[in-house]
């Protein structure tokens, strides 16, 4: 069992940054695939980031590279998403997820998930 607790969300105005914080228990980070996913209002939920296990490479939605950086810190067992330049099109709910698998990781299909933290980008 992995559980995940997401904070750093909250009200930012567009051009802003957060950066989210996903704090993992029951698991080392480093031996899992990590992703995180938003959901706007009336949308399905999507890929933002991921995160290999071990070697850590690193994949992006094409729309958030270059503005957008998820890390991991393993002593700290949490991953980040650094998210600059942010746009009021980016305000939804964001995930954090988890999974032992390293395939299919720009697909929903995570085993744990988050509660979600709320982004909020104002024009």
């Known amino acids: 069992q992995v559980q995940l607790a997401e904070s750093g969300g909250g009200l930012v105005q567009a051009g802003g940054s957060l950066r989210l914080s996903c704090a993992a228990s029951g698991r080392a980070v480093i031996g899992v695939a990590m992703g995180w996913f938003r959901q706007a209002p009336g949308k399905e939920r999507e890929f933002v980031a991921a995160?290999?296990?071990?070697?850590?490479?690193?994949y992006y939605t094409d729309s958030v590279k270059g503005r957008f950086t998820i890390s991991r810190d393993n002593g700290r067992n949490t991953v980040y998403l650094q998210m600059n330049s942010l746009k009021p099109e980016e305000t939804a709910v964001y995930y954090c997820?988890?999974?032992?698998?390293?395939?299919?990781?720009?697909?929903?299909?995570?085993?744990?998930w988050g509660q979600g933290t709320q982004v909020t980008v104002s024009s």
């Open positions: 997820a988890a999974k032992a698998s390293s395939d299919g990781l720009t697909t929903p299909d995570y085993t744990y």
């Open positions: 995160l290999s296990p071990y070697r850590g490479t690193t």
